[in-house]
């Protein structure tokens, strides 16, 4: 791999890391732009490397980093969406678990008064 397409495919790591950099702000990245990153970075990498072995690193790594980002999209996605789904399932538990609580201490209550007849 020559010292061109390395530098190529740095800049193209360094461009993509600024962009999503960029439009991240200073809130953290969700589960889905985890995968999406890390799929197109581990796509782009490979591609790469797929790439110089005949010639088109450049092109490797674009094709492999579109690649790799969707992939990564998909499963983040399907993360994302399984722990916000186990975040609602906690918040019912915890919801439940107060309503519990609450008649616990109404019946508790109803026997002192029932005690004290």
Known sequence: MGKKSIAAIFALALACMM???ACS???PLSTREEGTLGGGLLGAGGGA???AAVGHPAAGAAIGGALG???GFVVGN???NNENQQAQTQQA???Q????E?????IEQMRQQQETE
Not at 102 to 106: D, G, K, L, V
């Open 78 to 80: 399907q993360m994302q």
């Open 19 to 21: 962009t999503l950099a």
């Open 49 to 51: 490397i797929i790439g």
């Open 69 to 71: 980002a969707g992939t």
């Open 25 to 27: 702000g200073s809130q």
């Open 102 to 106: 609450q008649q616990r201490q109404e």
């Open 93 to 95: 538990v915890e919801q």
């Open 97 to 100: 678990q107060q309503q519990l």
